[in-house]
């Protein structure tokens, strides 16, 4: 069982488009994590929330916590967004960490 | 140099061996974490500690041995490394109990 789903596992866009990556989880949370993970494989943490809305630049993460869903939007995509994003739960005790499988993503000039 | 530093980057071991992958933090974060990374699984924590010697398991702690004597380090061991081990692991490090504010490059482990 996947605690953590995310849509769509890959995604190409054109340059300038608004992107949307969801994420769904199952169990209980005390927060969500969106990361992004580069061609490279160096991993950076993006958002931790726990309620409503928070925006970065281009970056805007929103979560729902009665659906249990969370959404990442990119606004006016550019080829440096090609990454891996990655939604992550965390759970009520240390070891309760579970990850989605990410979403490849794709910016074409 | 600031940050959180792995290593070696790549290892290539043998069945049986005992490999330790190291992770070194700079800012004296009270959490580290040790994850691993597959296709299709996503990543998986192995092991976080809280604090200079206190550990605990994650999802996937089998075959790994931690230690952390002091804050800045956290090694991971594999005692007799086996196949299935060959992965990429990333350490991560934060300051409050979320899942690793601050990753590592990672270590991409190929056991043959």
């Known amino acids: 069982k996947n605690e953590v789903e995310q849509s769509p596992q890959n995604l190409t866009a054109q340059e300038g488009e608004f992107i949307t990556i969801n994420c769904s989880y199952s169990?209980?949370?005390?927060?969500l994590h969106w990361l992004q993970q580069h061609p490279g494989g160096g991993i950076v943490s993006l958002f931790m929330?726990?309620?409503g809305k928070k925006k970065h630049g281009r970056l805007i993460a929103t979560i729902n916590i009665q659906e249990k869903h969370s959404s990442l939007h990119i606004t006016a995509s550019h080829p440096r967004d090609s990454a891996v994003y990655i939604c992550?739960?965390?759970?009520?005790?240390?070891?309760?960490?579970?990850f989605g499988t990410g979403t490849s993503l794709t910016v074409i000039p | 140099d600031a940050g959180i530093t792995q290593s070696p980057r790549y290892k290539i071991t043998e069945t049986g061996r005992q490999v330790t992958l190291m992770c070194h933090q700079t800012?004296?974060?009270?959490?580290m974490f040790w994850y691993r990374q597959d296709l299709g699984h996503g990543l998986r924590l192995i092991y976080y500690?809280?604090?200079?010697?206190?550990?605990d398991k994650g999802e996937v702690s089998d075959g790994y041995v931690v230690s952390r004597s002091k804050t800045e380090n956290f090694p991971l061991t594999l005692e007799s490394a086996t196949r299935s081990q060959t992965s990429v692991y990333f350490c991560?490090?934060?300051?409050?109990?979320?899942?690793?504010?601050?990753f590592g490059q990672g270590t991409r482990l190929t056991v043959v």
């Open positions: 991560a490090s934060s300051s409050g109990l979320v899942l690793g504010a601050f």
């Open positions: 992550a739960v965390a759970g009520w005790t240390g070891n309760q960490f579970y």
């Open positions: 169990v209980g949370i005390s927060a």
């Open positions: 929330l726990s309620s």
């Open positions: 800012w004296s974060h009270s959490y």
């Open positions: 500690s809280a604090a200079a010697d206190i550990t």
